[in-house]
Structures are given as C-alpha cells and as structure tokens.
C-alpha cells in the first residue's frame, strides 16, 4: 500500500491539508482497530526542525474520541533527556492547559544507556550483517529496542525526513532504530556509516544502513504507521502518511527537491553557522556533515557556534580520549580501539570528514576549526582547530561565492553537495 498525502517543493501546505491527511489515516488507512485501544506516538527531540506541535494537536483531535491514550515516547538515540518543560515548548504546549486540554497523554524519554528499558527482539547474524552491509562488516549483533512500546496496541511515527550522515536520510523506520534502540545495534550501523563515509552516503536515498534499519524494524511485533514530513525554512513542504517505508520513500524523494543545495563548484572556505538548537558538538557536528560534500580538498570549515560550550555529556569522556580523526585512524591500527563504542569512533570521523593516515601520519581533507566557547587548549586536544567567534565578522563571508567563500547562516539540515555528484 503506497503512502498518502501531499508534498510541494515550490510551495509549503497549509494547515487545513494536514488536518485533511491525518484525519483520513485515523479514518481508513491505519489498519489497526483503534476503539478503546493505546497508542504511542514517537517524534524527535528538538535538534529536528517540524511543525510537531501543530502534528500532536491533530493526531490527538482525531484519535483522542476512539482511543484509551496517545502517549508520546521521544526518539532521543544517544541524545540528552528532555526536561518536561522543553518537551512542552517543543510541542507549543502552555504547561496550565495539558491535563486538562491533553489528558489522555503522558511523555517518555527514551534512555539507550538503560538496559532496564531494553527488550531483545532478535538478532541480526553475521552472515545477514554481511549482506545487508555490502560486506563491509560481518558480525552477529543484538537488537533491542524500548521495551514500552509492548504495552501499546498502535506505534505511530511523526518526524521530519531530513538529508543524513549516517543512513542517507532520516525518518521512517529510523526513529525506532536508533530512535528507540539499544546501544548495541546503534553502534553497529554509526560504525556501518563511518565506513561509507559520509561524503558517500548523505543524501543518498538507499543506503546499506537503511537496509539495516528496515530489517530491524521488520522485528517490531506491534503494528507501526508513520508520518513523515518535509520542512524547510519557509514551513511545511510535504506529510505523507502509510507505513514507515512507504512515508519515508515518500518524503525522501521530496526532501532531495527541497533539503539539498547544488553547487558547480567547491569552496576554499565555508563559514557553517550553528543554530542554538545544537547545544554540544555531538549534534553541532551537523554543520560539518551538511557541508563537507562542498568543501575542496584542503579547505577550511569554520562551525560558528558562540553559544556551544560543551562537546558531549553522554559521550564527552570517550571523545576527550580518543579526539577527532578521518577513518583511516581507526581502520589502520584498529587494536587500539577496541574499547571506543562504535557510534562515537562513528561521530569522531563524520566531523573530522574525510583523510588518510600514513606511517602514523594523519592527512585530513578538511581544516575543521570550532569558533565556539570550547577553549583553545580543548580544541587542540580533540584534533579541531580553534577561532575566538568575537574575532569573527560573520558580514565578512557573505557574497563571496565568486571568490569560493560561503556563509551558510543556517547549518544542520540543509545539504550542500557538488553538481558532479548527483545521484544517476
């Protein structure tokens, strides 16, 4: 069954459309009896962009007369806990009117490093990990995921579907693996994507991370339904309704028209500006990921983030050890990190980008420099370069295309990539 709704890449929809397109998913295309049953909703955390309070309004509307409750569990991966305060202004939700206007809802964080939250639902063997991958890993690895969604009758997915370092692009089946999953299987395919590289795999449609991600959802017992949106600067592009797979495919092919910048040319020097709503590096690392397909070999990426102090609280200690490195780091002596999770050897290479190493010799492709409130002495330990963002004046980079200068005012989820590198 292919996926419904709506999508424009000139235009964003308007709120009525969504009212629309929600309305006729509870009504006739959600297969599951929903009379008197429980339903958890499964959204990001807000380092994504969408309209989420305008989606949980009416996915409530229409599900609250039918249903027991529509509880909501945010796919936090590896990221920090919300505080319930965050959670409602993510949701434009006043903290007086919740129980009274919302009170079939309760909010979940989702704790990966928990085991207590974990329920095994299988295995992927070495010999599948090897299909999946392309031959690029082959291990058996365990997958878990939150045991609470076993205490629902419907998981419905609502998230945005933006370009990504890891499994191409987001959405779908990815907010449950690693939205909702256990550390093992999360580090399993960061590490999958380390090997591809991102400069390979963002923006890419199909990928053999996706292929992982789906083949673990596929385990998932308890009927799923997604929502997938497309948004950009100007609003809402695009929701498309069905399953995980069906929405995702969807609004992939419509963030490609909406989320990606094509440029002729490489830039000597890109000035990728960090919104607030990337407080660490662990997920300012985005304003490399995004722009690294742009930047020539040798040139400089400055991440202009005044307000970012911190790198990681959950990953900071493994970080501090092991720094920021190109791939070939860790793949050419890879005894000496055995010990380093897989997601954080991941994150290491996608932000440091591309490089070789030789004779002990690291060679990266990028000049990667934080212009931050992370000091100089800790930038030099963790292998990055290092700006007072007072020295910065960021009027100085703008309308330099023509001299391979680019300001990107904005970074995290916009791609920029090279017209020689479309996908055929």
């Given at each position: 069954m292919s996926a419904i709704g709506t999508g424009y890449s000139a235009r964003t929809i308007h709120f009525s459309e969504v009212r629309e397109i929600v309305q006729q998913a509870v009504d006739s295309d959600i297969e599951t009896d929903l009379n008197d049953k429980r339903v958890l909703l499964i959204i990001p955390d807000n380092t994504r962009t969408c309209p989420i309070g305008l989606m949980y309004r009416e996915i409530y509307a229409a599900l609250s007369p039918k249903v027991k409750c529509v509880d909501v569990l945010i796919a936090l991966g590896t990221h920090m806990p919300m505080a319930m305060e965050d959670?409602?202004?993510?949701?434009?939700?006043?903290?007086?009117?919740?129980?009274?206007?919302?009170?079939?809802?309760?909010?979940?964080?989702?704790?990966?490093?928990?085991?207590?939250?974990?329920?095994?639902?299988?295995?992927i063997s070495a010999k599948k990990m090897a299909e999946l991958s392309g031959g690029r890993m082959e291990a058996t690895f365990k997958v878990a995921i939150n045991k609470i969604i076993f205490d629902?009758?419907?998981?419905?997915?609502?998230?945005?579907?933006?370009?990504?370092?890891?499994?191409?692009?987001?959405?779908?089946n990815k907010y449950f693996f690693p939205g909702i999953a256990g550390p093992e299987i999360i580090n399993a395919f960061h590490w999958l994507g380390a090997l591809i590289t991102n400069r390979e795999i963002i923006g890419t449609h199909y990928t053999p991370v996706r292929a992982v991600v789906d083949y673990c959802a596929a385990m998932i017992t308890v009927p799923k339904y997604c929502f997938s949106l497309v948004v950009s600067s100007k609003g809402l592009h695009g929701l498309f309704a069905g399953s995980p797979e069906d929405a995702y495919e969807k609004a992939a092919s419509l963030s490609a028209q909406v989320n990606v910048k094509w440029y002729k040319r490489p830039f000597h020097t890109v000035l990728s500006m960090c919104?607030?709503?990337?407080p660490e590096l662990w997920t300012a690392g985005k304003c490399m990921y995004?722009?690294?397909?742009?930047?020539?070999?040798?040139?400089t990426l400055i991440i202009y983030?005044?307000?970012?102090?911190?790198?990681?609280?959950?990953?900071?200690?493994?970080i501090l050890e092991i720094g920021y490195h190109c791939l070939e780091y860790f793949t050419k002596q890879p005894d000496r990190f055995t010990h380093i999770p897989g997601g954080v050897l991941a994150h290491s290479t996608h932000v440091r980008g591309t490089g070789h190493y030789d004779d002990g010799v690291e060679?990266?492709?990028?000049?990667?420099i934080l212009a931050s409130a992370v000091s100089e002495e800790m930038c030099k330990k963790i292998n990055l370069g290092y700006l007072d963002p007072a020295t910065i004046d960021v009027e100085g980079f703008a309308n330099r295309e023509d001299e391979g200068v680019l300001l990107v005012r904005k970074a995290g989820e916009v791609l920029y990539k090279l017209e020689s590198h479309r996908e055929e």
């Open positions: 959670i409602l202004k993510f949701l434009e939700i006043e903290p007086g009117i919740l129980s009274e206007q919302f009170p079939k809802t309760q909010f979940f964080n989702h704790a990966w490093s928990d085991p207590k939250q974990m329920k095994k639902i299988g295995n629902y009758d419907q998981l419905i997915v609502v998230g945005p579907t933006f370009p990504h370092e890891v499994v191409g692009y987001s959405g779908g919104p607030t709503m990337y995004k722009l690294e397909p742009v930047v020539e070999k040798g040139g983030a005044p307000h970012m102090a911190e790198i990681s609280k959950a990953h900071g200690e493994h060679h990266c492709d990028v000049n990667v």
